[in-house]
């Protein structure tokens, strides 16, 4: 990724997770497809990553996707973030662009170090959640290895929607 779309990609996401709104309308409407365990996951989950998963799905709705498991996957992709703030998150993505020297200076910080480590290991965190609310194994699996896919179309499709978003 060039400097400047990187650059570009995260004054987005800040302003987007700063921002972040989930309507009571929007959360009637997830609502309506989750079961009460992945509704209860989906309340748990930071207001900046539950706008992130609704704005995922949007995404893959608008290329077409109508698969249960990858519309799942899409928007529980990151539950397993928990209650991470923002200046976390800012310091995690310069670590991965930058190297991982940033997050070992960034872990310094009170109450980065736990966060630091939440925004890495999400992926597994977020399938086990998952998995814990009824996902199915396929979707469990695509939470898992969203940064890696492992499940061809579906898989990238996941990862690039959440690139997007």
């Not at 977020?126 to 814990?132: I, K, T, Y």
Request: hydrophobic share 40%; proline share 4%.
């Amino acid at each position: 990724m060039s400097p400047t779309s990187f650059w570009g990609s995260k004054v987005r996401q800040f302003r987007a997770h700063r921002n972040a709104r989930v309507s009571q309308d929007e959360r009637a409407a997830v609502g309506t497809w989750l079961s009460a365990e992945q509704l209860a996951l989906f309340d748990a989950m930071h207001v900046g990553d539950r706008r992130h998963g609704l704005d995922v799905v949007a995404t893959l709705r608008g290329e077409g996707a109508t698969d249960p498991d990858l519309l799942m996957a899409g928007l529980l992709h990151d539950a397993g973030k928990g209650d991470t703030g923002l200046w976390p998150r800012v310091a995690y993505s310069l670590g991965q662009e930058y190297g991982s020297w940033v997050w070992r200076v960034a872990a310094v910080v009170p109450g980065f170090g736990g966060a630091l480590g939440r925004l890495a290991d999400h992926a597994e965190a977020s399938a086990r959640l998952g998995a814990a609310a009824g996902c199915s194994p396929r979707t469990v699996e695509l939470i898992r290895h969203q940064d890696a896919p492992r499940d061809g179309d579906a898989g990238e499709r996941l990862r690039l929607a959440d690139e997007a978003n």
